[in-house]
């Protein structure tokens, strides 16, 4: 079956890009900021950035542009290459992204409700009381019992599957190209609109200030170092297969080294713009309200639905603004879904070798379904608890896995060499470097970290079955039907492509 592939460079950019930005830069990117240093941040997150982010980006680049398939072909031929049995990894990657998928679209059916919500203010002055009690109708529940089936929330997500649906089943470039060519743009365009209109209103600039004041103390405190790793891990969607599927996707002569580099250069600065917007609404909000910034920031789902409704009641023109802000949140919330289903979509077709259409009606029909549970009472908290567990120990496995792998039983200066071949300038021994040594160590501190504090302290107030059975037990299902469907493989393997 003939590869896909995307029409030109600039659409395989704002692909990549429209993976890449997602909520987490718009509420969790300040607030890391915030938290760690506010202008001194900046320095591990910009040296993050050089020897994780850009390395990780132009390594999976190589691999899916390489091998011209979706995760579990690229590591069977990465097995086959140093005599091991890696398919497995490639579909455990498949899986966390199936998961995320699954719950993602939850939150960008909350964002086009509050969309509508936004017109009127409709949310009244009490956001806290409206999101979680009248519009998740939040009560005594749990993870594991959801109580009722939530219309008016199951609405939205029907319609966040529905655009994601026709993204995928039309193809790379009828679908995901032409969506993507449509989203970013608008997207930053609505962020810098809010920005020019914001920035003007009093308080703004003392919320800048509070953003970006630098704490140089904090640059010595490993704690800073390890926020700016693990940032940078999680806002660039690389190691659960979504980077090797889009670049699996590129023409034979692809500049893939430019390519890595501006993807990642437009995500980190985006995020900066998305700490501007955030910032300056807060520092207003604190100014009209006469209290401390302090009081006004938070993070999380926390942010996007009680904290900036709030400001939003407080805005000129709220009935502009406030819908440019949740659309906003809707735009980058869907180009991350249509990226991530196509990681799993691209898999079950180099798997059972089906046309794109069945598989994106199969993978969706599921995803759909599964997702309804996100729609009930205690959806929120059901999404809590698996998105920790996922992103927090899952995700960051998988990331350590594969660079150990790269790094350690594949040459990786035959990727330095490949991606050197295909692209208009070289990336030197820094590569290597960065791969082998930087950001394993970063990222093995950071899972160590992770997994001592959840096996000491759990997470949350959740019941400790809750989440041996929805966070350690959904790993454990997914780790065995990786590795099951790569012990069973019968996937055509291309032969290797010399650069």
């Known amino acids: 079956?003939?590869?896909?592939?995307?029409?030109?460079?600039?659409?395989?950019?704002?692909?990549?890009?429209?993976?890449?930005?997602?909520?987490?830069?718009?509420?969790?990117?300040?607030?890391?900021?915030?938290?760690?240093?506010?202008?001194?941040?900046?320095?591990?997150?910009?040296f993050a950035m050089l020897s994780a982010g850009i390395p990780f980006m132009i390594m999976e680049f190589s691999l899916g542009h390489k091998y011209r398939g979706a995760a579990p072909k690229v590591f069977a031929k990465l097995g086959q290459s140093i005599g091991l049995r890696l398919e497995w990894l490639g579909w455990f990657?498949?899986?966390?992204?199936?998961?995320?998928?699954?719950?993602?679209?939850?939150?960008?059916?909350?964002?086009?409700?509050?969309?509508?919500?936004?017109?009127?203010?409709?949310?009244?002055?009490?956001t806290n009381e409206f999101f979680f009690k009248s519009y998740l109708q939040l009560g005594d529940n749990s993870p594991t019992k959801l109580g009722d089936f939530q219309f008016h929330i199951a609405l939205p997500m029907t319609l966040a599957w529905a655009i994601t649906s026709l993204a995928v089943y039309s193809g790379v470039k009828a679908g995901i190209e032409r969506a993507s060519k449509i989203m970013m743009p608008l997207l930053f365009i609505m962020v810098l609109l809010l920005i020019g209109r914001?920035?003007?209103?009093?308080?703004?600039?003392?919320?800048?200030?509070?953003?970006?004041?630098?704490?140089?103390?904090?640059?010595?405190?490993?704690?800073?170092?390890?926020?700016?790793?693990?940032?940078?891990?999680?806002?660039?969607?690389?190691?659960?297969?979504?980077?090797?599927?889009?670049?699996?996707?590129?023409?034979?002569?692809?500049?893939?080294?430019?390519?890595?580099?501006?993807?990642?250069?437009?995500?980190?600065?985006?995020?900066?713009?998305?700490?501007?917007?955030?910032?300056?609404?807060?520092?207003?909000?604190?100014a009209e309200q006469s209290k401390p910034i302090?009081?006004?920031?938070?993070?999380?789902?926390?942010?996007?639905?009680?904290?900036?409704?709030?400001?939003?009641?407080?805005?000129?023109?709220?009935?502009?603004?406030?819908?440019?802000?949740?659309?906003?949140?809707?735009?980058?919330?869907?180009?991350?879904?249509?990226?991530?289903?196509?990681?799993?979509?691209?898999?079950?077709?180099d798997k059972v070798n089906i046309s794109r259409k069945k598989a994106a009606l199969l993978v969706?029909?599921?995803?759909?379904?599964?997702?309804?549970?996100?729609?009930?009472?205690?959806?929120?908290?059901l999404l809590d608890l698996v998105d920790y567990f996922i992103n927090n120990v899952a995700l960051l496995t998988s990331c350590l896995i594969e660079l150990l792998i790269m790094g350690?039983?594949?040459?990786?200066?035959?990727?330095?060499e490949y991606v050197n071949h295909c692209s208009e300038f070289n990336v030197g021994q820094w590569l290597v470097i960065c791969l082998r040594f930087i950001s394993p160590v970063m990222l093995a501190g950071i899972l160590f970290k992770n997994l001592i504090n959840t096996i000491?302290?759990?997470?949350?107030?959740?019941?400790?079955?809750?989440?041996?059975?929805?966070?350690?037990g959904l790993i454990a299902v997914m780790l065995f039907c990786a590795i099951f469907i790569g012990l069973v493989s019968n996937l055509h393997l291309p032969e290797e492509r010399k650069p």
């Open 294 to 349: 302090t009081e006004v920031v938070t993070s999380g789902v926390g942010l996007a639905f009680v904290t900036i409704p709030a400001a939003i009641n407080l805005l000129p023109i709220p009935y502009i603004l406030g819908p440019l802000f949740f659309l906003a949140l809707v735009v980058a919330g869907l180009s991350s879904h249509i990226s991530i289903i196509e990681a799993v979509v691209s898999a079950v077709i």
């Open 456 to 472: 000491q302290n759990g997470y949350g107030d959740y019941p400790v079955a809750d989440q041996l059975f929805l966070g350690w």
């Open 408 to 416: 350690w039983l594949f040459k990786l200066a035959n990727v330095r």
């Open 364 to 381: 969706c029909g599921l995803g759909y379904v599964t997702s309804l549970a996100f729609s009930t009472n205690g959806g929120l908290l």
């Open 198 to 286: 914001i920035i003007m209103l009093p308080g703004a600039l003392e919320g800048l200030d509070y953003l970006f004041r630098p704490d140089f103390s904090k640059i010595l405190d490993a704690k800073v170092w390890s926020a700016a790793y693990g940032q940078i891990f999680f806002t660039l969607s690389v190691g659960f297969a979504i980077m090797i599927a889009y670049s699996s996707y590129l023409p034979e002569k692809s500049d893939i080294n430019n390519n890595a580099f501006m993807t990642v250069l437009i995500n980190c600065g985006f995020s900066i713009l998305g700490g501007i917007m955030i910032f300056a609404v807060l520092g207003y909000m604190a």
């Open 1 to 46: 079956m003939q590869r896909e592939q995307w029409n030109s460079r600039t659409g395989f950019i704002l692909a990549a890009v429209g993976s890449a930005i997602g909520l987490g830069n718009i509420w969790r990117f300040p607030y890391m900021a915030y938290e760690n240093g506010g202008g001194a941040f900046f320095i591990p997150y910009l």
């Open 93 to 126: 990657q498949v899986f966390i992204a199936a998961v995320i998928a699954v719950y993602y679209v939850a939150i960008i059916g909350w964002a086009m409700s509050y969309l509508v919500f936004s017109v009127t203010q409709s949310w009244g002055a009490d």
